[in-house]
């Protein structure tokens, strides 16, 4: 046993797959008090990992605290555009940032590759440098991402299974998924 190689522990934000579904099942639920509470469990995520904080994640708690703000009616159209286009210029400005090699590659194309709708590119567009689009293409934008996060990072994190486990199922699970989810590159 002592010559036994154990595999290595990777330290997460997380306290382990249980808390990482109910975040994801809380961001992706329609209740705003329910995706606050996830937004919560981000925050502390953040506080905890700081700059190694997966970017989908990040985006993720963006996009969804956006979506909060508006349901909240608090916020004025012009508010919620701003809110929405920032989230949105984040998201493609870091998504296609990883793909970016030493030479400038088209947005446009980084979007194809990783399959991000050119809309989506075209709306980052608009709102960086030119006139601020209606508060409903911004709305339609956040949805197109947040769907394409879901498939693309979590459900792939989740191995897309949502069940309850047993206790010990939980325990070896939680070893895999955090060795697994710990790492940015997600793409």
């Not at 330290?11 to 990482?20: I, K, L, N």
């Not at 605290?65 to 555009?81: A, N, T």
């Amino acid at each position: 046993a002592r010559g036994r190689l154990r595999p290595l522990r990777t330290v997460v934000a997380w306290r382990g797959r249980t808390e990482w579904d109910q975040v994801m099942v809380g961001l992706y639920c329609r209740d705003s008090r329910l995706q606050q509470e996830a937004l919560d469990r981000v925050s502390a995520w953040k506080s905890r990992y700081g700059p190694k904080m997966p970017l989908a994640v990040d985006c993720t708690a963006e996009l969804v605290c956006c979506k909060v703000l508006d349901s909240s009616g608090k916020l004025r159209s012009h508010e919620l555009i701003l809110s929405y286009g920032l989230a949105l210029v984040r998201f493609v400005n870091l998504i296609t940032e990883r793909k970016q090699k030493m030479v400038n590659i088209p947005l446009r194309q980084l979007a194809r590759e990783v399959d991000i709708p050119i809309w989506v590119v075209d709306l980052r567009h608009e709102l960086t440098h030119g006139k601020l689009p209606q508060l409903a293409l911004c709305r339609k934008g956040c949805d197109v991402v947040l769907d394409w996060l879901r498939k693309t990072y979590w459900s792939r994190q989740l191995g897309n299974n949502l069940c309850e486990e047993s206790e010990e199922e939980d325990e070896q699970e939680d070893n895999e998924a955090n060795t697994e989810m710990d790492s940015d590159t997600w793409e």
